[in-house]
């Protein structure tokens, strides 16, 4: 263990504290009105129902450190819809009538480095041998 990996645990957990949180409030709000909502700025509807899946299932995910990477990797392509769909037209910063995309780009860069260098301390992926990064290969050679 040393600096580099708890650092990773800690943004693990907290990208999947938010998200679960996000998620979560999809489903207590109703993904009918999520999905109202993003037929509204012309995404279709359903898109509302797999994202909110995503967040709340994934947020769970992260935070036990199970499927870190591939989890983190479906986050990217949620913020980078969030970036261009919703927030891009109102700055970095927001514009007074809407917030910007800062805080959206900081969660895709957490969940990107996550996809990079994954997340083993603390996680049920260490104790899986089929997800060690390198043990398949190892394990073939032999």
Request: positive net charge; charged residues 15%.
């Given at each position: 263990?040393?600096?580099?990996?708890?650092?990773?645990?800690?943004?693990?957990?907290?990208?999947?504290?938010?998200?679960?949180?996000?998620?979560?409030?999809?489903?207590?709000?109703g993904l009918e009105n999520t999905s109202g909502w993003f037929q509204s700025i012309g995404i279709p509807g359903f898109m509302a129902y797999i994202v909110g899946v995503i967040e709340l299932f994934g947020g769970i995910a992260l935070i036990l450190?199970?499927?870190?990477?591939?989890i983190s990797a479906l986050?990217?392509?949620i913020m980078a819809?969030?970036?261009?769909?919703?927030?891009?037209p109102a700055?970095?910063?927001?514009?007074?009538?809407?917030?910007?995309?800062?805080?959206?780009?900081v969660l895709m860069i957490i969940?990107?480095?996550l996809v990079l260098?994954?997340?083993?301390?603390l996680s049920i992926d260490?104790?899986?041998?089929?997800?060690?990064?390198?043990?398949?290969?190892e394990m073939k050679a032999s």
């Open positions: 263990m040393n600096k580099q990996e708890i650092g990773t645990f800690l943004l693990r957990v907290m990208l999947g504290i938010s998200f679960l949180l996000h998620g979560l409030s999809k489903f207590q709000g450190g199970l499927g870190t990477r591939i986050l990217v392509f819809g969030a970036i261009v769909y919703v927030k891009f700055g970095f910063m927001g514009n007074g009538e809407a917030s910007g995309y800062e805080l959206d780009l969940a990107l480095h260098n994954g997340s083993r301390f260490s104790k899986l041998p089929n997800l060690k990064r390198g043990q398949d290969s």
